[in-house]
């Protein structure tokens, strides 16, 4: 009885053993699931180790790891999915008795052109390792894409995006998509005087001797190649003369970017140029690549998106009898245009009457808001920053004391005499002043009261007594203005000078900064913000819109750049009466027609101007000598189709501001 229980006990022992050992031992479909989560994470080094050994015969590690890590690289493979049929209990009690497996597998990844799907059978069979017996995947570089064989190669295939023009309202092409020059050399033809060609290709070109040696030296180089050395533009017709004069110098056309108005819109457009490794970093995932180009400044770099457009992709495998196989195509989409407000011709004739002076210009039409001209002095010439700077071009723009790479149009300064109309609107608004009201002003300097010390308020001129809104418009009369804004007082003189869009983000599609009103803590600082000095500062922008409640009946108009922005919208309604509007309006007009005005030299005959000069002191104390800027506003009163606003840096010895009324007058006329 005794031997028979033993007998039973060591039978269920058995039993028990062989189930556990059972449990212990994977199935080939627990093995592939292990194997499908490592492939879709990426951990190619570890899937190596569920290979059979017939596939490890056919493929180092090594190589296995870098295959598939530089495919999935360049063909940015991602969001890898796979799933596989699960064997029946009838497959699973088979796999048991058996050396092979044969799974359904499902595979799908996003790549550079879109998805890649396919389905395969995954062969596993039963091998012994470490005198343990497991699954292995029999693997081949079909799991990689199911139509690539051992002897196949992958090709990825880009078709690059036209990226989209720039035009001004008349469609006429601010940046458009041209031919530039390579300028090369063809060894052979360089004859006995080959080391003489070299200098001067090289002395033309503004480059080192040494480089053009060093790119005819190049491995792959042969006598009868064209050898390139450098990008110039098509319109550099006396550099081109020169340079095909010389044996052996040829050209070869290649796509560029071009931007027919140069210097002029240089600043309101930017300029395109090779992406950088911080750029790409900065774009991943945005399909662009090392070769690519990309906006660096203006209209360029800030619709970048919308001009580029998305490149076309096609990722193919080339068999080994040169036929091709699709895996996945995306289609080329190009860039957008981007047609503006502006006029073009009036762009070239604004920077043009600047001639290369530091400053800023805008010219909107006041009743609809839409920018005809957006400027800033002196420029760079982008067609020169799109093939590269020579040596000899970056040290020019480096030693300029102008700076030339500074966006003006977009800055703030102080605005000076410009805000004394705002300034007015908004007392006469808060019945701080009326039109008759006059002040008793008999001195050229003035102050508060012995509290501000040493301190004084200046005037230029001595008005008529006693100085009313008129008067005090007509000679710029900072006095009047300082006694204004004190009695208007830091919350009311704040209160109307936001009316205007100070110390608001301006809504516009080129970014220009908040025009602001800084610091009011002391009366000295309130007064001389009532002339615009103090803190308070604004954009040629901002200064253009401020002036539209003139020509509106008190509706500030919000500027546009884009054609597609509504025309006329209104930014702020009725920050002004329409009566204050037009006394304002008609009181600008006699600065320009009187005589006595202090704009006017800038009187056009047939035109009915309005307009208001103004100049900025820039310095650190009082008494000293610093430098100034000049402003001049003008618009046209009856057509109320056109306003122009001038800001010119360091005009103390040019005559102020009338040496911008000069300029603008020029360009009205």
């Not at 090779?274 to 945005?286: P, S």
């Not at 690549?289 to 209209?299: E, H, M, P, Y």
Request: aromatic share 8%; glycine share 6%.
């Amino acid at each position: 009885m005794k031997k028979k229980l033993m007998l039973v006990l060591m039978l269920l022992l058995l039993l028990i053993m062989a189930i556990g050992c059972s449990k212990d031992e994977p199935t080939p479909d627990e093995r592939l699931s292990k194997f499908i989560n490592l492939w879709m994470d990426q951990k190619f080094s570890e899937m190596y180790g569920y290979l059979s050994k017939e596939a490890k015969q056919s493929i180092t590690k090594e190589d296995f790891v870098s295959r598939y890590e530089k495919l999935y690289s360049d063909l940015e493979i991602n969001n890898i999915k796979a799933t596989y049929t699960k064997p029946s209990d009838t497959d699973k009690k088979d796999f048991d008795k058996a050396d092979k497996a044969s799974i359904p597998l499902s595979a799908s990844m996003n790549s550079a052109a879109g998805e890649i799907k396919f389905d395969k059978d995954a062969v596993l069979v039963k091998e012994e390792k470490d005198k343990k017996e497991n699954w292995y995947i029999n693997w081949d570089t079909t799991y990689i894409f199911s139509d690539l064989e051992k002897e196949d190669k992958v090709s990825i295939k880009t078709i690059e995006a036209e990226r989209g023009s720039i035009v001004d309202k008349n469609e006429t092409p601010l940046a458009m998509n041209g031919i530039i020059y390579e300028i090369g050399l063809v060894p052979e033809q360089l004859g006995d005087n080959k080391n003489s060609a070299i200098e001067q290709v090289a002395k033309l070109l503004d480059i080192k001797k040494e480089t053009v040696e060093k790119a005819l030296q190049a491995d792959w180089v042969q006598p009868s190649y064209f050898v390139p050395i450098k990008k110039v533009a098509t319109d550099d017709q006396k550099l081109l003369d020169k340079l095909f004069a010389i044996p052996g110098v040829q050209k070869q056309d290649t796509k560029g970017r071009i931007y027919p108005f140069g210097e002029a819109s240089a600043h309101l457009i930017g300029y395109i140029g090779n992406i950088t490794a911080e750029e790409l970093e900065e774009q991943k995932g945005k399909g662009y690549s090392s070769t690519d180009v990309i906006g660096k400044r203006g209209l360029e770099q800030v619709y970048e998106e919308q001009l580029k457009g998305t490149n076309g992709v096609e990722i193919t495998i080339v068999k080994a009898d040169s036929s091709n196989v699709v895996l996945a195509e995306k289609p080329v989409e190009n860039g957008k245009d981007l047609k503006l407000t502006i006029d073009a011709d009036l762009q070239k004739e604004i920077y043009e009457e600047m001639d290369g002076e530091a400053g800023a210009a805008t010219a909107i039409n006041p009743s609809t808001g839409e920018t005809m001209a957006l400027v800033s002095s002196p420029a760079y010439d982008p067609n020169k920053m799109v093939v590269g700077l020579t040596a000899t071009e970056r040290e020019k723009y480096n030693d300029n004391k102008l700076e030339p790479f500074t966006n003006r149009f977009k800055l703030t300064y102080a605005p000076g005499s410009v805000l004394k109309p705002i300034v007015a609107a908004g007392a006469l608004e808060e019945k701080v002043i009326t039109p008759e009201k006059t002040r008793s002003i008999t001195t050229k300097s003035w102050q508060k009261d012995k509290s501000w010390g040493s301190y004084y308020v200046t005037r230029v001129h001595s008005s008529a007594q006693p100085v009313n809104l008129a008067n005090a418009l007509l000679y710029s009369d900072n006095i009047y203005f300082a006694q204004t804004a004190l009695d208007l007082g830091k919350d009311k003189y704040i209160n109307e000078m936001k009316k205007f869009g100070f110390e608001e983000e301006l809504s516009y599609p080129y970014p220009i900064e908040k025009s602001t009103i800084g610091k009011l803590d002391t009366d000295i600082q309130l007064a001389d913000s009532g002339y615009g000095q103090g803190q308070v500062e604004m954009s040629v922008v901002q200064l253009a819109a401020a002036y539209s409640p003139f020509v509106n009946e008190g509706n500030l108009i919000k500027p546009t750049l884009l054609s597609t922005e509504e025309k006329g919208q209104v930014w702020k309604e009725k920050i002004i009466s329409s009566s204050t509007a037009e006394i304002i309006s008609d009181d600008l007009q006699q600065v320009i027609d009187s005589p006595n005005g202090t704009a006017h030299a800038g009187k056009v005959a047939g035109k009915t101007l309005a307009g208001k000069t103004g100049t900025a002191e820039l310095k650190a104390k009082q008494g000293e000598k610093g430098t100034e800027n000049g402003w001049y506003v003008a618009y046209d009163k009856k057509d109320k189709n056109f306003l122009i606003a001038m800001m010119i840096e360091g005009v103390q010895n040019k005559g102020g501001s009338s040496h911008i009324v000069k300029k603008v007058k020029k360009i009205i006329e």
